[in-house]
């Protein structure tokens, strides 16, 4: 099974600031990724997802942007951060080795990484 | 376009007593349902999933789900609750009529046990 790493874990920065968090995944190749943001502990929104390098879908319109540079690595950015975007993010990746179907397969998460923005 | 409701933001069980956590479905096609558990600052866990056949699923720690599909719904139960058992719980649902890349969560319910 793959493992998924992400950093940093925790990151407080101020607002205007520009945003980077990293995920990259063990165990699998050519994966679709996910970027979720969990708000105040609560439900989680899909913000990204791709389904190859260089390939990235939007799901909102928002501060934020992606990129995939390697087959296992994606990447969250801002240029300029804003107080809204203080949340908890994780990135998600199928399990295939668990069904025939790609829908059924269950989705094998990060240990997040924590922004707050002051 | 695919949505997951979970109607309660919180539910609130003794020890010992029975357990439901609600969750409605709302997708063109035939759905794959999950519920995952989140534990605090913690990514989330697979609990179990339908894919189609029997309506009811069993899966990690005691928990099962019921798929009914005239009621669009999949609420999570587990028989007698431990205090353990208290976390976040998410649902989800995925079509592969939207190319079964997107696993849409819905807003969590949180699950309090009391010793």
């Known amino acids: 099974s793959q493992t998924i790493h992400q950093w940093p874990a925790t990151l407080v920065q101020p607002v205007g600031s520009p945003l980077s968090l990293e995920c990259t995944v063990e165990g699998t190749s050519n994966p679709n990724l996910y970027w979720y943001r969990q708000a105040a502990g609560r439900g989680l929104q899909l913000l990204f997802y791709s389904v190859g390098i260089g390939q990235i879908s939007s799901e909102v319109p928002q501060n934020l942007s992606a990129s995939r540079p390697q087959d296992r690595q994606f990447i969250l950015s801002s240029k300029k951060l804003l107080l809204s975007d203080s949340g908890f993010y994780l990135c998600a990746c199928p399990e295939w080795g668990q069904g025939i179907l790609s829908g059924a397969n269950v989705l094998t998460f990060g240990a997040g990484s924590r922004l707050t923005v002051l | 376009a695919q949505s997951v409701a979970q109607p309660e933001d919180q539910v609130n069980v003794a020890e010992g007593n029975p357990l439901t956590v609600k969750c409605t479905y709302s997708v063109s096609g035939n759905p794959y349902l999950f519920w995952y558990v989140q534990y605090p600052n913690r990514g989330l866990q697979f609990l179990l999933k339908?894919?189609?056949?029997?309506?009811l699923v069993k899966g990690s720690y005691g928990f099962e789900a019921e798929f009914n599909k005239s009621q669009t719904s999949f609420h999570l139960k587990k028989p007698s609750a431990l205090v353990s058992d208290s976390a976040l719980y998410f649902c989800?649902?995925?079509?592969?009529?939207?190319?079964?890349?997107?696993?849409?969560f819905g807003a969590g319910t949180r699950l309090f046990v009391k010793a």
């Open positions: 989800a649902v995925r079509s592969l009529n939207t190319g079964g890349f997107k696993t849409i």
């Open positions: 339908y894919i189609t056949g029997d309506n």
